[in-house]
C-alpha cells in the first residue's frame, strides 16, 4: 500500500522544459471579511453498478476494496468525499449495467398497493454508502433517472418519456405523480431503516436529454408540478430529507429551468421553496454563472467520458482529462458559478475512459490525476467552509480561498504558466501566518511540502512550479 501523502522536498522545476522561474512576484490577497458561499463538498457517484466495481467484480481484493474506499471517503486516508450520489433505479432487471427498481411490477393502477422489493444491496449502492458513511461521508444523495417503465407515457424506464399527469402528459392508466412520490419516500425509507440516512433526494436526471438508457424528460413547469406532490407527501410523512431539482444536463439547461420552478402557484409557494439544492450538470455547458436561485446550488455530474485512460497526465496538452483541466473547473464553478459541491461522475471504476477518477484493472488501483486535484480540494476544505475573497496580480495563476469552520484558510493556487512562479501572499492585507503547502503536478500526488514560515517581512514567500496545483493549508 502506497502512503498516502510522502513528505517530499519540492522541486521547483516540474519538467525540463518548464523550468525558467518568471521575474516578478505575484501577490495574491485574500480577504476573511470578504464571505461567500458555504461549502457542502466534493463527491461522485457509483451508479449504473459501478459500485460493483468497487466491491470486487473485476477481482479487486479485499485489500484493495479498503483502499479504494479509503481514498475517496476518509478525510485521514483519503479525498474525504463528502458526496455520495446514488442512483434510484428504475429497472426491472439488473442485466448489463441496469438498476434494479424498488418497484419492478406494476400494481396496474396508481391507486392500487404497490408491491415494493429491497434487497439490501441495490445494485451495490447499498453496500458502498454504508462504507462512505462509515468513513464519515456525511450526505448520501439519491437520484432517480426515470420513474418506473409503467408511471411512463412512453411504458419504458428508458427513451425519454414523461411522467404520467404532468402537463400534456396523459396516460390511459391515470395520475401517477402521487405514486411516484409514494415510491422516492419508499426508497428513502429502506434506507432509513437500514441505517443509511438518505440526506438529499432527487427525481431527475438531465430532464432535456432523451437518452436511450434510464431517463425522463420534463421542463420547469413538469417538474414544479411534481415537486408540489412530492414535498407535499414528504411533509405528510414527517421525512428529513433536502429535496433537489433537476440535474440538467448542462447549466445553461438547468438555468432554463429555474422559471418554472420559481412559477408562483395558487399556494403562494413556488415549487422551488420545497426544494434545498438546485443541481445541474456540467456536459453541455460548463458552471461558469450563478444560476438564479437564492438555493444552494451544486454542481452533480460531469465527467470527461472520452478519451482513453490517461491517468498520469496533470499537464500535456490541456486536455479535457487532464488534472489540471478539473483543478481549473472546480475553481471556475466554485469563485464564478457559486456552487457548493462539486461531483465528479464516477469515483472509481473498471473502464477504458475517463469518466472516473480512479480506474481499477484487476487488483490494480490507478488514481488519476483528476483524483488529486479534487483531493488538493475536498481534504483541506470541510463542510461549513466558506469561500471567501482571493484574488491574484496574475491571470496564470488562479486562486480560491475558502475559511473552514475552525478557520482554518485554505488556499489553493492554480500556475497554468509554463513558468516556476514566485508568489507572496497577504491575509486581510497583512502577512499570512504559516501553511502547509501540498502540491500535485505531473511529478507528484497530493505531497506534503516543508511549511512556510513568515520570512522577515512577515510575508509567506513561496514558489509555485510551472502546470502545478498548490494548496496552501493552515
Ligand atoms: C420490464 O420493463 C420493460 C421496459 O420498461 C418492459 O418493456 C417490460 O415489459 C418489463 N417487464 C416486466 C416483466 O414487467
Ligand atoms: C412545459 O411544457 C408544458 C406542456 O407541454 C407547457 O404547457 C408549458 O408551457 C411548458 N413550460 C415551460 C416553462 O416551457
Ligand atoms: C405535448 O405532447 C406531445 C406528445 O408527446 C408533443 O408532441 C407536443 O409537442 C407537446 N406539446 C407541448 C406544448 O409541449
Ligand atoms: C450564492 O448562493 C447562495 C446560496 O448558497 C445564495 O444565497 C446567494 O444569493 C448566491 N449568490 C449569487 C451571486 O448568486
Ligand atoms: C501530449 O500531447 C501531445 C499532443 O499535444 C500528444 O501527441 C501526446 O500523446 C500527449 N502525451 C500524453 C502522455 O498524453
Ligand atoms: C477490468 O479488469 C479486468 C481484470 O479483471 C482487466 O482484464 C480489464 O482490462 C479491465 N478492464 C478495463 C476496461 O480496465
Ligand atoms: C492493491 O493495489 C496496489 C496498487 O495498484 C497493487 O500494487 C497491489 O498489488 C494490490 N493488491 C494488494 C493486495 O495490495
Ligand atoms: C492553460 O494554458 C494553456 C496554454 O499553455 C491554455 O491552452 C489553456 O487554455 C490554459 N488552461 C486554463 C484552464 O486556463
Redesign the pocket.
Known sequence: MLPLLSLALCSTASAAVLNTRSASTVAIDVDTSTRYQVVDGWGCSQAFQRAEDVLGKYGLSATNQSYVLDLLFSVEKGAGFTILRNGIGSSNTSTSNLMNTIEPVSPGSPDSTPNYVWDNYNSGQFPLAQAAKARGAPYIYADAWSAPGFMKTNGDDANGGHLCGV??ATCSTGDWKQAYADYLVQYWKFYQDAGVPVTHMGFLNEPSFEANYASMLS????AAEFIRVLGATIEREGIDVQLTCCDDYGWTDQEALM??LQEVGPDGKSAEDYLSVITGHGYASAPTFPLSTTKRSWQTEWGDLAGGFTPYTFWNNSGPGEGLTWASHIQVAFAQANVSAFLYWIGAENSTTNSGLINLIGDEVIPSKRFWSFAQFSKFVRPGARRIAATSSDGDLTVTAFENENGAIALQVLNNATTDQDIKVKINGGPAKSFVPYITNNQHDLDAMPSLLQNGNGHIQATVPAKSLVSFVQ
Open positions: 402537463s400534456n421542463n420547469g413547469t413538469q422559471a418554472g
